[in-house]
């Protein structure tokens, strides 16, 4: 009975496949690792900033039904100042054009970063084959 258990024990502790990092390997594993952590932040900001540009179009929509004559209060790092109906139609518009030119920044990085994360993929891929995973749980 005892040998039994020990025969079975060293099955589940067997390796089939021997596989040898190198360490260019590890290296290349770890820059996919800091990529991928880095598209992660990347995708926190970019749905941030598309959640901003959204806020931005609403206010521009709502306030649209303004009188002209109206003071309208404009959020300004902390504060809010209060200005005439064009004025705020001006700096919301140029906010929402700064907020563009940074979701095209991030989406640029992204796909720099996207790119060199797929060549280090499949370099991996065809040398660790199905002892490595890449995918991201997502």
């Known amino acids: 009975m005892a040998a039994k258990v020990a025969s079975n024990t060293n099955k589940v502790f067997q390796n089939h496949d ?6 260019e390997d590890q290296q290349r594993i770890n820059r996919f690792a800091k990529h991928n952590a880095r598209m992660d932040d990347l995708k926190v900001e970019l749905d941030m900033k598309k959640n901003d540009l959204k806020c931005v179009e609403e206010a521009l929509e709502e306030i649209e039904l303004f009188d002209e004559e109206e003071d309208i209060p404009f959020l300004i790092g ?14 919301l518009a140029e906010t929402k054009n700064q907020t563009l030119k940074e979701i095209a920044s991030i989406e640029a990085k992204a796909k ?5 994360m797929d060549e280090l993929k499949a370099h991996l891929y065809q040398r660790f084959g199905s002892n490595i995973s890449l995918e991201s749980d997502d």
């Open 78 to 91: 902390e504060v809010f100042l209060s200005h005439k109906l064009g004025k705020t139609q001006e700096l």
């Open 18 to 23: 021997d596989v040898h990092i190198s360490f």
């Open 112 to 116: 720099v970063i996207k790119a060199e």
